[in-house]
């Protein structure tokens, strides 16, 4: 059962300052890159959403086919994005 | 005191709360402190807008870091999203932790929708510094108005904050004001969402004390 999740820290005007895969998948040739496109698009859903809660993390806002985003949002301008990928077990819920 | 009692040991760093760290500093050692960043900075500038401007810098980064700090310090992992909130949070709970009290007023603008003041008596950094007459209007509360700057700016806010002096008859020493005046951006989203401000007109004060 491999399962990797990305993880990556976001500064403000959304520039990646850290990103690490998390998990002991081998690496996917075909989507060497899908993880950081998949997030990228969720940082729209975040900035919007930030706003509307005063929590700081955020479960699951955006789904890609089975990739799952979740957010956890800092008081100050930057926020670190879990990306989970499943590759055996589809994603529930 | 040896013996006194067992601290629970905390096997991995990221489990032990955070500490509530030096609550207090001596008010000698900041205020020498403070005189020698704004005597270290007159030697590198021409002008005072030069000087003002350097010691709000300074103190951006002290806003910065201060905000994520009380967020998880004594906000227990809430995000401010409010304007009002915001402002409530700055007069409060950063002035509580940087002056050891709140501040004596939080005041809505009347001129303009977007200004709102922060006034104190007398800033703990101005309190050990005479400004020469030939310095006009500079006000060393700069470093105060960056802290603020910084600490909206982070949240979300921007803001152009400054600190002026506004004499009050009957005393000697003239309070000292932080002006707040929002960004263009901060103010047609935030009517949606800040239910106090948006319904009443200009010629409200909002006074909390």
């Excluded at chain 1, 491999?2 to 996917?28: D, L, M, Q, W």
């Excluded at chain 2, 949070?89 to 009347?110: C, I, N, P, R």
Aim: proline share 3%; aromatic share 8%.
């Amino acid at each position: 059962m491999a399962t990797t999740a990305c993880f990556i820290i976001v500064s403000r005007n959304c520039i990646p300052i850290y990103e690490a895969e998390v998990g002991s998948a081998p690496k996917r040739e075909d989507a060497a890159q899908l993880h950081q496109f998949v997030l990228h698009a969720a940082l729209d859903i975040v900035q919007d959403l930030a706003w509307t809660t005063s929590a700081m993390f955020l479960k699951a806002i955006d789904r890609f086919n089975d990739l799952v985003v979740s957010v956890y949002v800092t008081a100050g301008p930057s926020h670190m994005f879990n990306n989970d990928i499943s590759q055996c077990l589809p994603q529930t819920g | 005191m040896i013996g006194a009692g067992k601290i629970k040991q905390y096997s991995n760093v990221l489990d032990k709360p955070l500490s509530k760290g030096k609550q207090e500093v001596s008010l000698s050692a900041f205020a020498f402190l403070f005189s020698e960043l704004v005597q270290y900075n007159q030697t590198q500038v021409d002008n005072i807008a030069e000087l003002e401007r350097r010691l709000e810098d300074a103190g951006y980064a002290v806003g910065a870091r201060v905000l994520e700090l009380l967020c998880h310090r004594d906000k227990g992992n809430r995000r401010e999203t409010r304007l009002l909130g915001i402002l409530s949070f700055v007069h409060s709970t950063v002035w509580k932790v940087l002056f050891g009290k709140v501040a004596d007023s939080l005041e809505k603008g009347t001129e303009h929708e977007d200004e709102y003041m922060i006034s104190e008596k007398e800033l703990l950094v101005n309190r050990f510094i005479s400004i020469p007459k030939d310095m006009g209007t500079f006000n060393c509360g700069a470093f105060v108005a960056g802290i603020v700057r910084g600490v909206l700016d982070g949240a979300g806010f921007p803001a152009v904050v400054t600190a002026h002096f506004v004499p009050i008859e009957g005393q000697q020493r003239p309070r000292t004001t932080i002006l707040i005046k929002f960004a263009e951006e901060v103010f047609p989203g935030v009517y949606d969402v800040c239910s106090v401000g948006a319904k009443k007109r200009s010629k409200v004060r909002l006074s909390l004390r």
